[in-house]
């Protein structure tokens, strides 16, 4: 069984600050990891995404992601938070095996300050 | 744009109706999976089809069903609706039939209002 935890429901920070939202996994067989963002009123879109290749994952938006297998941790970071930011960011995990859906975690909303 | 339509994009309805949610994938996409997002539960994997076959199913309850017909296209639906049935549902379609290395695209939802 896999499952996420985000640290956070909301995370405040400034305008040009770093941004960093945690996201701890539990998986039975290695995991694919992915983060979405969610602006109001919309879908999810895929930021990035780890699939086993480079442990340190580049996504859109400046964003990027280390996978930590010894510390089960796929935390987002940015080195400098734009008021664009703002919105819902999910971390969910996956499997290779064709029949694993993602497992999405709660959910971390992300208020950039002025 | 993901390429993923949904209608409608509102439905509000009363408890104990029924309701039918519609998605049309991504050209090319023979996946599609079902969300419900609501703020007490999360984002919840409900069911995925491939090519018209059932493929994973989820926390989906017995009152909801799904389908994909041959155009590729999927319905949700939802009967005897509860209070508690309101939330946003999400679409997703992807290339393949799962796994992590299939990306899946998300439409816009559709946010259902029970009252």
């Known amino acids: 069984a896999q499952s996420v935890t985000q640290l956070g429901s909301h995370v405040s920070v400034s305008e040009g600050a770093l941004v960093l939202l945690r996201c701890n996994y539990s998986s039975s067989v290695p995991p694919y990891l992915f983060w979405y963002v969610q602006y109001p009123n919309q879908g999810l879109q895929l930021l990035l995404k780890?699939?086993?290749?480079?442990?340190l994952v580049k996504g859109i938006n400046g964003f990027e992601a280390e996978f930590k297998k010894s510390e089960t941790s796929f935390h987002l970071t940015k080195p400098s938070a734009h008021m664009s930011d703002a919105a819902e960011y999910f971390c969910a995990v996956s499997a290779l095996s064709g029949n694993t859906p993602l497992v999405f975690g709660k959910g971390t909303r992300l208020s950039v300050i002025a | 744009d993901s390429g993923v339509t949904q209608t409608p994009k509102h439905l509000i309805t009363a408890t104990g109706q029924r309701v039918t949610l519609r998605c049309s994938p991504r050209?090319?996409?023979?996946?599609v999976y079902w969300y419900q997002q609501s703020l007490d539960q999360g984002l919840q994997f409900l069911i995925q089809y491939y090519n018209g076959e059932e493929r994973a199913k989820g926390n989906i309850l017995e009152r909801f069903s799904a389908q994909q017909f041959p155009d590729l296209h999927s319905e949700l639906n939802l009967s005897s609706l509860e209070l508690g049935d309101s939330a946003l549902y999400f679409c997703a379609s992807s290339v393949l039939a799962g796994g992590g290395v299939d990306e899946q695209f998300f439409g816009p939802g559709t946010r259902l209002t029970v009252l």
């Open positions: 780890y699939t086993s290749a480079a442990t």
């Open positions: 050209s090319g996409d023979l996946s």
